[in-house]
């Protein structure tokens, strides 16, 4: 019940194209829900983050889409540009600390 | 640069040997985090501080782990008799108490045990 579940694992799309990954979560007590965005090497960097009382949240080319009666909440990345390649994970918080993990998504943008 | 740093980026040891890592949180941030991350994994919770208490530990945080606070600023998590096992990233975070649950996090310490 405290699992994050992310797909797909991979994701290739076209320079321009929409990027979007997905994560389902069983546990109705989570309350917030960052995605990170993290390069080779570096540590995850917070992109977006939503609260379950808002369906969606946009930041630039950036949107959450969350759907509270499915459980679950998707990235969608617009326009999307080489240098977004780059793992992907989302998360779910219930207790203001402990960050529960999808398992990652590695994004590939094609020129 | 006001972000979270974390000291060394690398270490090296053999089984057996003790290892030290430092975290430096923002400087407002009253709450710090360490992380596990192995390769094509999301990151695992290990433990976590509200100044300069201890007030959550993982089950993954075996008694060779350890952790401080002293004083609420910086953190260090240190390792005992290491084990091939323990070769991961180990990821420091902070987080603003009453700021939201935003967590940002440093670049990390690869360990590598031999």
């Known amino acids: 019940q405290q699992q994050v579940k992310q797909s797909p694992q991979s994701l290739i799309v076209q320079k321009g194209g929409i990027s979007i990954i997905n994560c389902a979560y069983e546990?109705?007590?989570?309350?917030?829900f960052p995605w990170y965005q993290q390069f080779p090497g570096k540590g995850p960097a917070l992109l977006i983050a939503?609260?379950?009382d808002v369906s969606e949240k946009k930041e630039g080319r950036f949107t959450i889409s969350f759907n509270k009666s499915a459980k679950q909440f998707s990235l969608h990345i617009m326009d999307s540009q080489p240098g977004d390649s780059a793992t992907y994970f989302c998360?779910?918080?219930?207790?203001?600390?402990?960050?529960?993990w999808g398992a990652g998504t590695k994004l590939i943008i094609k020129p | 640069d006001t972000g979270v740093s974390q000291n060394p980026r690398h270490k090296i040891t053999k089984r057996g040997q003790n290892v030290t890592f430092r975290c430096d949180p923002i400087?407002?941030?009253?709450?710090l985090y360490w992380y596990r991350q192995t390769l094509g994994q999301g990151p695992e919770f290990l433990t976590y501080?509200?100044?300069?208490?201890?007030?959550?530990k993982s089950r993954l945080l075996s008694d060779r782990f350890s952790a401080e606070r002293p004083k609420g600023s910086f953190s260090t998590l240190e390792i005992q008799r290491t084990e091939q096992g323990d070769s991961a990233m180990y990821l420091c975070?902070?987080?603003?108490?009453?700021?939201?649950?935003?967590?940002?996090f440093g670049p990390g310490t690869r360990l590598t045990v031999t």
């Open positions: 501080f509200q100044n300069e208490a201890q007030l959550e």
């Open positions: 998360a779910a918080s219930m207790s203001n600390y402990q960050l529960i």
């Open positions: 400087s407002e941030h009253n709450r």
């Open positions: 939503i609260r379950p």
């Open positions: 546990n109705t007590a989570f309350d917030y």
């Open positions: 975070a902070s987080s603003f108490d009453g700021g939201g649950y935003e967590q940002y």
